[in-house]
C-alpha cells in the first residue's frame, strides 16, 4: 500500500497512518507539500490519482486509489477489531464519521489550519472556533453519558474512536477547550496497542 498524505501534520492523513500502525500493514509513504502555491496535491501527476486534489489518498496493492479519510479507515477497518459487526453498533460508529466530517473536521481541523498555516482571509475566524467548540462540547456530553462512556460507541475502541481522535488530539494547541472526559478519552487513545503520535509540523509553526 501507498499512502499520499501532506509535509504539515493533517488529522485526516494521521487517521489512516494511526489506523495502519494498529494493524501492522507496511506501507510506502509520499509526502506533498500543501502549503505551496501552487500546492503539491494539484499537480497534474497527483490529480491523475485524485482528481479532488486532496489527501490522504491510499493506494491499494491492486493499484485501487480510495479517497476521503473516513472512507479509507473503513475500507482498511472491515473485517477487523475496530468496526462492529453487530448491525447498531456498526451503524453508530458511521453516525460518528458522518459527525467528525460534517461537524467536527470543517471547524476544528480548519480552524487549526487557518491559525498556523492558511489565515483567516476567508473564514470567520470567531464562528469557525465556536462551532469548533460546539462540537467539542458534544465529544464531551456523550463520553460522560450513561455514567461515562470509555469509547464512542460499545465498549470497545473503534474507527469512530479514530475518527475523531484525529483533530482532537491537537484541539488544545489551537485555543480550543477540552473537558475532562474528552481528556480522558484521549489518554485511553493514547494508550492502545500500536499507537502512533501524530507528526510534529517541519514548518515549526504549530506547536505541539
Not at 49 to 61: A, E, F
Not at 83 to 100: A, G, K
Not at 186 to 192: F, G, K, Q, S, T
Amino acid at each position: 500500500m501507498h499512502l499520499y498524505e501532506s509535509n504539515v501534520p493533517s488529522g485526516n492523513a494521521y487517521k489512516v497512518t494511526l489506523l495502519l500502525s494498529h494493524l501492522g500493514i507496511d506501507h510506502q509513504k509520499t509526502t506533498l507539500d500543501i502549503t505551496a502555491t501552487p500546492s503539491e496535491s494539484r499537480s497534474a501527476e497527483f490529480l491523475a490519482i485524485n482528481p479532488n486534489g486532496r489527501i490522504p489518498v491510499l493506494v491499494l496493492d491492486n493499484g485501487v486509489a480510495l479517497a476521503e479519510s473516513n472512507a479509507i479507515i473503513y475500507y482498511l477497518a472491515s473485517g477487523t477489531r475496530f468496526f462492529p459487526e453487530d448491525r447498531l453498533e456498526s451503524t453508530q460508529v458511521l453516525q460518528w464519521l458522518f459527525f467528525e466530517q460534517n461537524t467536527h473536521e470543517p471547524y476544528v481541523a480548519v480552524y487549526k489550519w487557518c491559525k498556523f498555516w492558511g489565515g483567516f482571509g476567508i473564514r470567520d475566524e470567531a464562528d469557525t472556533k465556536r462551532r469548533g467548540q460546539e462540537a467539542l462540547g458534544t465529544m464531551e456530553v456523550h463520553l460522560g453519558g450513561g455514567g461515562g462512556r470509555k469509547w464512542f460507541v460499545g465498549e470497545r475502541y473503534t474507527i469512530a474512536d479514530i475518527a475523531l481522535y484525529g483533530y482532537t488530539c491537537t484541539a488544545e494547541c489551537s485555543g480550543f477547550e477540552i473537558g475532562e472526559n474528552v481528556r480522558g478519552w484521549l489518554e485511553r487513545v493514547e494508550a492502545e496497542q500500536g499507537y502512533v503520535r501524530l507528526k510534529k509540523d517541519p514548518l515549526g509553526k504549530c506547536p505541539y
